[in-house]
């Protein structure tokens, strides 16, 4: 498929310097990029699988009082 789309000169000019600088073509860098973006939204976590935080029930809520070593007494860490 073809497609237009303006690229400011500054960016233009140092994607034409590397491509230069690595034997390829303007072409493959776009679509490297391209690609590259695609496939970091793929992998980003969807909102079901964000992570899962343990939960301390209290029979008194907001009467524990947890230090930096008082969590320890609560949740198992390896």
């Known amino acids: 498929m073809r497609t237009s789309l303006d690229?400011?000169?500054?960016?233009?000019?140092?994607?034409?310097?590397?491509?230069?600088n690595e034997g390829t073509t303007m072409r493959e860098i776009i679509l490297e990029?391209?690609?590259?973006?695609?496939?970091?939204?793929?992998?980003?976590?969807?909102?079901?699988?964000?992570?899962?935080?343990?939960?301390?029930?209290?029979k008194n809520p907001g009467s524990l009082k947890l230090g930096k070593e008082g969590v320890y007494e609560y949740i198992p860490f390896p």
């Open 7 to 20: 690229i400011p000169d500054p960016i233009y000019r140092e994607m034409r310097v590397r491509a230069a």
């Open 33 to 58: 990029g391209v690609a590259m973006r695609l496939r970091a939204r793929d992998a980003a976590p969807k909102q079901d699988e964000r992570p899962r935080f343990p939960v301390i029930r209290s």
